[in-house]
């Protein structure tokens, strides 16, 4: 799988993350889809998930799990190919919601770090970044955490870390509009994420649908389908600093804890 590695800039640091006091400190979401960066509205980690911070040759921190760190070691960017260097070890989700972040390419010039209760830990580096035009899990959490007073209570979330974050409509999809992952959510009736199944078929449909059919509505490729541009945003973005390529095998083990 040919990810990117999105670097989320930590705008305020918390708790054990002070002691990076003067560092360039990131989340790295992996995402297969950097073309749809202007449409995050937020990023998501797994409360019970075990991450680090970790330096890496350029002086840059970076968040994300164990298994992730290793995978990019591997990948050319550790100080000593291979080895991790993990500043901070056994950092859990919930120590990481609510951060403030930068995001590159992001419509909202600040965006929160909330819970998602079905990040798998064996894939990509166990930090998601959320873009609920697109994506239907996305759409399907946010709109949770929104509707649910009681979820925001229970995770320690503030209303402006949630409520001002609308969808951003960033691609066209022939058929389905350009909030395709809302149109996907309402036509199998997805009522939480827990629907595993159907938004595993949602998902399915628009990736699809939106690699070849989609139209970029926004950016330097606006007018521009999908599988042409996505290409050159991510070129330019790793070219800007503000992402990084990285692979991992097809198939891997799932666990939660990393
Ligand atoms: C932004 C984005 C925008 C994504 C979109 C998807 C879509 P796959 O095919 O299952 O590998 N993701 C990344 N890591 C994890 C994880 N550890 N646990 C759960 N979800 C994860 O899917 C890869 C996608 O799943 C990634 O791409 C990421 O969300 C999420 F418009 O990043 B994506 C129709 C999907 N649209």
Request: charged content about 25%.
């Amino acid at each position: 799988q040919e990810y990117t590695l999105i670097k989320l800039r930590v705008l305020e640091l918390k708790g054990r993350l002070n002691q990076l006091a003067g560092k360039d400190v990131y989340l790295a979401p992996a995402t297969l889809r950097p073309e749809t960066m202007y449409g995050q509205t937020n990023c998501f980690v797994l409360p019970e998930g075990v991450y680090g911070a970790y330096e890496w040759a350029d002086g840059s921190v970076m968040i994300m799990s164990a298994r992730g760190a290793k995978g990019l070691a591997h990948q050319g960017f550790a100080k000593e190919w291979g080895k991790v260097e993990c500043l901070i070890p056994d950092l859990t989700g919930q120590e990481l919601i609510g951060l403030p972040l930068s995001a590159p390419n992001a419509t909202y010039d600040v965006v929160y770090t909330l819970p998602l209760l079905t990040i798998s830990m064996g894939k990509g580096t166990g930090v998601v970044t959320s873009v609920p035009s697109d994506a239907p899990d996305d759409y399907a959490a946010l709109k949770e955490l929104k509707e649910k007073p009681q979820f925001r209570e229970k995770f320690g979330l503030t209303d402006e870390m949630v409520m001002p974050f609308d969808v951003v409509p960033i691609i066209n999809i022939p058929g389905y509009g350009n909030m395709s992952a809302e149109v996907m959510c309402e036509k199998l009736k997805i009522k939480s994420c827990k629907d595993v199944d159907k938004l595993k078929a949602a998902k399915e449909e628009v990736y699809l649908k939106g690699f070849y059919e989609g139209v970029m509505e926004v950016g330097p490729y606006a007018g521009d389908k999908v599988c042409d541009a996505k290409p050159k945003i991510r070129q330019e973005m790793i070219e800007a600093g503000q992402a990084l390529p990285y692979y991992e095998p097809e198939s891997t083990v799932m666990s939660r804890s990393g």
